[in-house]
């Protein structure tokens, strides 16, 4: 189970990586999910794109 | 001093907005909001002369904001058993074995889609919907810009818990961005 990871638990590894340093069995357990896995890098690509609009979100709100 | 005047009464609705979109409390809002404007009012010289002065109220804002979170650390502090049901709401998205009940759609090109305020707009209003706790927490990290270490000592939580806090709000605004954005988009892919 060490490098197995489900969709539930790479999606947190995903949303949490900007948050924290994964641990190196993380990191290696994602990178081995993802290439198996359709879903979470389209979740991933989501991630990104939410992370690029709160960016968007943050001068939205200063704006006149 | 009556142009700031007049801006400050113009402004004023929207500043509580997002104070109360950060604090999730009226009465921390008002408070926020009413030193904001007494600071601006303490510094006309800082006015004078702003090409954007909303952009200068707001960074006086979040400051403040600050101030309001950490004197109400206590009430804001975060119970593990109350999350907003964000516990069950992951479990609507992933299916016993740990596969998404549905797989993530395509978004498409980031750009085409940033670049559109009416995105921004649908944006904001899924901030909103945040449930309160999720809400919070998740605008101290991406719109306060607050560290972690700094969230979790405010709320007394731990770096665990903080995660999953966050990711559930993101897991909820993405949900949301689904139903009002992407998923009444024609279909592109």
């Known amino acids: 189970m060490l490098l197995r990871r489900t969709c539930r638990q790479a999606a947190l590894l995903i949303t949490s990586r900007r948050e924290r340093e994964l641990g190196w069995a993380d990191r290696v357990a994602l990178r081995l ?6 879903a979470c890098p389209r979740f991933e690509g989501q991630i990104k794109l939410m992370e690029q609009a709160m960016g968007r979100w943050r001068s939205y709100v200063e704006r006149d | 001093m009556t142009d700031l005047t007049a801006l400050l009464e113009t402004l004023r609705p929207q500043l509580l907005r997002y104070a109360k979109l950060q ?3 009226e009465a ?4 926020a909001v009413s030193e904001t404007m007494l600071a ?3 510094k006309p010289e800082a006015f004078a002369g702003r090409a954007q002065p909303k952009t200068w109220l707001i960074g006086i804002l979040k400051h403040k904001l600050v101030d309001q979170v ?4 206590r009430e804001c ?4 058993d109350d999350d907003d049901g964000g516990a069950a709401f992951e479990d609507e998205l992933f299916a016993e074995s740990g596969h998404f009940r549905d797989k993530p759609a395509e978004w498409g090109d980031p750009q085409a889609v940033l670049g559109q305020q009416q995105f921004i707009a649908v944006l904001d209003a899924c901030v909103e919907k945040l449930p309160n706790q999720l809400g919070r927490v998740f605008l101290m990290r991406e719109w306060l810009e607050l560290e972690t270490d700094e969230i979790c000592k405010e709320l007394s939580v731990t770096p665990t818990n903080l995660w999953v806090m966050l990711h559930r709000a993101r897991l909820r605004l993405r949900e949301c ?3 009002n954005w992407f998923g009444k988009q024609p ?3």
């Open chain 2, 177 to 179: 961005l689904q139903l």
């Open chain 2, 187 to 189: 279909a592109s892919t």
């Open chain 2, 40 to 42: 601006a009012i303490e």
């Open chain 2, 23 to 25: 604090l999730r409390n």
């Open chain 2, 70 to 73: 950490r004197k109400h650390s």
């Open chain 2, 77 to 80: 502090s975060l119970s593990t």
């Open chain 2, 28 to 31: 921390w809002a008002e408070d």
């Open chain 1, 33 to 38: 999910h993802m290439m198996v896995c359709k």
